[in-house]
């Protein structure tokens, strides 16, 4: 069984910052990719980033690339969000998740079923 506990949403003006963390227990964090995903109300699950085992590969969704960094220390188990430049359309509740396993395949790796954990979320809301 992981367990994978968010951190770090609230509420922000357009422009701002925000990081996100995501603490993982468990299973062996260093051996499996992450990424974060996020809903908006009424919508369905949007990638945002994925990072790879290792933490030397990143994907982004072009909405968020440039201004989101996906990062992980393996040595605590944690997975970051760093959200800048912030718009509206970035409000959502923020989730991460954890991979099934296999070759770090970003066609794959954008699609929710691709994950096997997930935590329970938190609310990122930006404001005008």
């Known amino acids: 069984q992981v367990q994978l506990v968010e951190s770090g949403g609230g509420s922000v003006q357009v422009g701002g910052s925000l990081r996100l963390s995501c603490a993982a227990s468990?299973?062996?964090?260093?051996?499996?990719?992450m990424g974060w995903f996020r809903q908006a109300p009424g919508k369905e699950h949007e990638f945002v980033a994925v990072i790879s085992n290792g933490g030397v590969t990143t994907y982004y969704a072009d909405s968020v690339k440039g201004r989101f960094t996906i990062s992980r220390d393996n040595a605590k188990n944690t997975l970051y969000l760093q959200m800048n430049s912030l718009k509206p359309e970035d409000t959502a509740v923020y989730f991460c998740?954890?991979?099934?396993?296999?070759?770090?395949?970003?066609?794959?790796?954008?699609?929710?079923?691709?994950?096997?954990?997930w935590g329970q979320g938190t609310q990122v809301t930006v404001s005008s």
């Open positions: 468990g299973r062996t964090f260093s051996n499996y990719a």
């Open positions: 998740a954890a991979d099934r396993g296999g070759p770090f395949n970003t066609n794959y790796l954008v699609l929710p079923a691709r994950y096997n954990y």
